[in-house]
């Protein structure tokens, strides 16, 4: 099975600031990366697929970089509503999802 | 739009068997296009993929995770799918979720999501 790290697990920020998340893959998993956002006793939200493809309604300052195994997903300027923990997930074989990271308010 | 309601909350025995169903409005569900998948998040974890079906032709991919205990299923009459899993163990109880995406397409994220369904297993 292919296995997703990210990092950090969790972070401190403020409104305003730029955020990165970074997530690595066990092998190559070419641009078969998706990201989403989840709130505490929700469901994930879809915001980035196919690595860089901004899902419909998802706000600009949302962005994914990378290919092969290493993956960035970035929040331009922090908003409140983006205090969450973001999750990456491999499609290129079955479907297995990175640890998580929190975004904690600083 | 496409929606996904799932079944309520389940308290079963270690053993037992749980059925969760999902239902779709705004999508027919005889489409060839899309699989619904079954993912799951114990308290305080990440996300697990159990497996899914194209809800055209029903066919099935599961977990190796859960090869033996997992079935997947659709009543197109009903518009739903069903996940039954078997031989329940305490390290089951988790929150449920459907969810679709484009079937065989590995540039597609799962779009559309249940609101979730919590088994809990409890002696």
């Known amino acids: 099975d292919i296995q997703m790290t990210q990092s950090p697990s969790s972070l401190s920020a403020s409104v305003g600031d730029r955020v990165t998340i970074t997530c690595r893959a066990s092998?190559?998993?070419?641009?078969?990366l998706n990201w989403y956002q989840q709130k505490p006793g929700k469901a994930p939200k879809l915001l980035i697929y196919?690595?860089?493809r901004m899902q419909g309604g998802v706000p600009s300052r949302f962005s994914g970089s990378g290919s092969g195994t290493d993956f960035t997903l970035t929040i331009s300027s922090l908003q409140p509503e983006d205090f969450a923990i973001y999750f990456c997930?491999?499609?290129?074989?079955?479907?297995?999802f990175g640890q998580g990271t929190k975004v904690e308010v600083k | 739009q496409v929606q996904f309601v799932q079944s309520g909350a389940e308290v079963k025995k270690p053993g037992a068997s749980v059925r969760v169903s999902c239902k779709a409005s705004?999508?027919?569900?005889?489409?060839?296009?899309?699989?619904i998948h079954w993912v799951r998040q114990a308290p305080g974890q990440s996300l697990e993929w159990m497996g899914g079906?194209?809800?055209?032709?029903?066919?099935?991919k599961y977990s190796q995770n859960f090869q033996d205990r997992v079935a997947i299923t659709r009543d197109t009459s009903a518009s739903t799918v069903y996940m039954d899993l078997s031989s329940l163990r305490f390290e089951d109880t988790a929150v449920y979720y459907c969810?679709?995406?484009?079937?065989?397409?590995?540039?597609?994220?799962?779009?559309?999501w249940g609101q979730g369904t919590t088994v809990t297993v409890s002696s």
């Open positions: 969810a679709r995406a484009i079937d065989g397409y590995s540039y597609s994220g799962m779009d559309v």
């Open positions: 705004g999508y027919i569900l005889t489409t060839y296009t899309y699989a």
């Open positions: 079906i194209n809800t055209g032709n029903a066919n099935t």
């Open positions: 092998q190559s998993i070419s641009s078969h």
């Open positions: 196919a690595a860089s």
């Open positions: 997930q491999q499609s290129n074989s079955t479907w297995t």
